[in-house]
């Protein structure tokens, strides 16, 4: 089946800079990567995603790249807030396959 | 709408004690799962359901059962419960019948097994 694997497992960054989440996934066949942002004691919530037609997406301060030669994707944060602390989850699935495997999280810090 | 609802938000067992965790949702969405959360593993899929009467094995399904028998509700049963199912449990949901698609999920049941 397939296999994610997530860096860093910690972040810590000052306010203002960015942030980059990198993951890998081991089946070829994946197509849909999607990433969530868990803050303490919350349920996750869907920041992005992306599936294998396009190699990047942006949504405001949030983008996430792909390259599918490589199997790796990446969560990039711009100009990093306080409320942006909070552990983020990167996934990936390929078609015709209900099990969709999770990273094993990043905790991001931003600091004040 | 209440989306992906989980009940109860904690609870305490004893080993062997059976019970069930309650989840339904009102999107009217084919796809439902039951995750765990263990610390520094992620989310692991134990069951999931593309559809009322149809669910299937996950990554660690060992010591749970599901049932659909409709769309709206998802229920988790421990059969005999091990202080290794001490986890934080959640339900998610989604409209497609294959789960690469947006995922909604619930506040999460805290289960501690003593």
């Known amino acids: 089946g397939e296999n994610v694997e997530q860096h860093p497992s910690t972040l810590s960054v000052q306010e203002g800079d960015s942030a980059v989440i990198k993951c890998t996934y081991s089946d070829s066949a994946s197509n849909y990567f999607p990433w969530y942002k868990q803050e303490l004691g919350k349920r996750p919530q869907l920041i992005i995603d992306?599936?294998?037609?396009?190699g990047e997406k942006k949504d405001q301060r949030i983008a996430v790249t792909l390259n599918k030669t490589a199997k790796h994707f990446s969560l990039h944060i711009t100009e990093t807030q306080p409320e942006d602390s909070a552990v983020y989850f990167c996934?990936?699935?390929?078609?015709?396959?209900?099990?969709?495997?999770f990273g094993a999280g990043t905790r991001l810090t931003v600091k004040p | 709408n209440a989306g992906v609802t989980q009940t109860p938000k904690f609870q305490v067992l004893k080993t062997g004690q059976s019970m069930t965790l309650q989840c339904a949702q009102d999107m009217n969405h084919e796809y439902m799962s039951w995750y765990r959360q263990d610390p520094g593993m992620g989310l692991r899929l134990i069951h999931y359901?593309?559809?009322?009467?149809?669910?299937d094995q996950g990554e660690v399904p060992n010591g749970y059962n599901v049932s659909r028998s409709t769309t709206e509700d998802f229920p988790l049963r421990l059969l005999s419960a091990a202080p290794s199912q001490t986890s934080v449990y959640f339900c998610?949901?989604?409209?497609?019948?294959?789960?690469?698609?947006?995922?909604?999920f619930g506040d999460g049941t805290r289960l501690s097994i003593l």
């Open positions: 996934a990936a699935i390929a078609p015709n396959n209900n099990d969709m495997r």
């Open positions: 998610a949901s989604s409209y497609s019948s294959y789960s690469n698609q947006p995922q909604h």
């Open positions: 992306i599936r294998s037609n396009v």
């Open positions: 359901s593309v559809g009322a009467g149809i669910t």
